[in-house]
């Protein structure tokens, strides 16, 4: 959940590249200033107001570091609690590219009950923290509808728990579209959804016997399936240079939705279904 503020950079790191191309032209005997297949960086650091946990209704504020680039055609995102790479080079401009990478999170919800403000929720058993590892695939469109530079996109990704936190997976399809108001603007949309093995419901969402007896909540014993859904909103504004390079202001928000037995655990009527985060920071490209 540490991500929107980095989503957004992500997004724009998609876009940018491509703009560059026109945003400054040379002429024609001259060779460009800029490749843009070259190697780009965008680092930035924000704060985002958070759920304490996954189905809270209590706000905290989190920092949120990221960094999104290209390394001689690879393409990194750093965000935060979240790695990926994508290992297949693209083209640019309006055009068509595949994706396909590696992905790993690191999970911290309710690792801490320091974290949790719910008085009930934060006497039950502490967590340890998930190392979520897998792969993603994609396939997204440079040149859609407003210009050669907005893009949409689809992608799928695939990670496993493999500290024996919670010890299963979790499938989530994404779909993103970004499009450049100007030389200074970006703006995006993105919707996205999440499945998970039943070890994920036991592990967060389950109340045991003893928890029951130690908390007050209600016995519960969730399962595996659709977890939640969302939908998000980001905007980038550089405040110096413009989109291909400068300081930038980065927000974003986001609605996330619980169902199922994620939405009709103890641990998330207590709380809420309804999850909202939103995230604020800067960032600079080069």
């Not at 491509?18 to 704060?47: C, E, K, N």
């Not at 014993?221 to 939908?231: D, E, R, S």
């Not at 291909?244 to 279904?273: C, E």
Request: without cysteine.
């Amino acid at each position: 959940m540490r991500i929107l503020f980095a989503a957004a950079l992500g997004l724009a790191a998609t876009t940018a590249p491509a703009f560059a191309q026109d945003v400054a032209p040379a002429p024609v005997d001259t060779p460009p200033s800029s490749d843009p297949r070259g190697d780009f960086h965008i680092l930035g650091v924000g704060a985002a107001i958070l759920p304490n946990y996954e189905g809270s209704d209590d706000y905290g504020v989190s920092p949120v570091p990221a960094a999104i680039g290209q390394v001689s055609g690879f393409r990194y995102l750093l965000a935060g609690n979240r790695f990926s790479v994508d290992l297949i080079r693209d083209g640019y401009g309006p055009s068509w590219d595949i994706q396909a990478g590696p992905i790993g999170v690191i999970n911290f919800n309710r690792t801490s009950r320091d974290a949790i403000d719910d008085p009930q929720v934060a006497l039950l058993d502490e967590v340890g923290t998930a190392i979520e590892i897998g792969a993603y695939v994609g396939i997204g469109k440079t040149g859609v509808l407003t210009s050669d530079y907005d893009r949409l996109s689809a992608t799928i990704s695939y990670r496993r728990d493999v500290a024996g936190a919670h010890d299963s997976a979790i499938i989530a399809p994404t779909v993103n579209y970004t499009t450049p108001l100007n030389t200074k603007t970006l703006v995006g949309l993105f919707g996205t959804a999440e499945f998970v093995e039943r070890g994920y419901g036991e592990t967060y969402f389950s109340v045991t016997p003893a928890e029951s007896a130690r908390t007050g909540l209600p016995i519960f014993n969730a399962g595996g399936g659709f977890k939640n859904w969302g939908l998000g909103a980001i905007g980038m504004r550089s405040l110096t240079g413009d989109l291909t390079g400068g300081l930038q202001m980065v927000g974003g928000v986001v609605y996330r939705r619980l169902s199922g037995d994620y939405a009709d655990s103890p641990v998330t009527r207590v709380g809420s279904a309804n999850q909202w985060l939103g995230a604020i920071g800067l960032a600079y490209s080069f």
